[in-house]
């Protein structure tokens, strides 16, 4: 059934594509936006050299049974991940694929102090803490396969997190 509206007349398969592009466009448009300079993710086209790319020696791509014997049992051993903690301050996720192959590394440090890996250590430069005190970058990295994320929430103990995760 179409309807006029100032002279034109709209059908309902009209209206639905009109909206249709229009939540495109807005889309694209927040898309583009997050790409902008100074947003929290940022696309490289190449692995820069300061970046992290191994925790404790272990690499995405390598197998469950070498991440084992490098770092010992596990405290959760599972078939998809493994869960490691290191000290009261420090633990680490370890998720894999069906062939058993790394595909995320997740290192926790709940304290601060000089074992807690800096910005600079992981992303290759430091980073400007927003006004609450915490940090948040993610990097990611096409042609390497994986992005990088480095978290430090603020406070007088805060956490720090940082991920490398492998792009499917």
Not at 31 to 59: L, M, N, W
Not at 90 to 119: H, N, R
Not at 155 to 163: E, F, K, S
């Amino acid at each position: 059934m179409a309807q006029s509206i100032s002279g034109v007349k709209f059908s309902f398969l009209t209206f639905s594509f009109l909206l249709t592009f229009a939540l495109i466009a807005v889309s694209a448009v927040s898309v583009e936006a997050q790409r902008k300079p100074g947003a929290t993710a940022a696309v490289a086209a190449d692995e820069p050299s300061g970046s992290f790319h191994a925790y404790r020696g272990i690499q995405l791509g390598m197998t469950a049974d070498e991440v084992r014997q490098k770092l010992g049992e596990p405290k959760d051993k599972g078939t998809e991940q493994d869960f490691y903690v290191f000290n009261e301050s420090e633990m680490a996720q370890f998720v894999y694929d069906k062939s058993q192959k790394v595909v995320t590394i997740s290192a926790d440090f709940l304290a601060s102090g000089p074992e807690v890996l800096t910005a600079k250590q992981v992303l290759g430069a430091e980073i400007e803490a927003k006004p609450d005190g915490s940090v948040y970058k993610l990097v990611r990295f096409p042609k390497a396969g994986y992005w990088l994320s480095y978290n430090r929430t603020s406070g007088t103990a805060p956490m720090t997190t940082v991920t490398l995760q492998k792009i499917n």
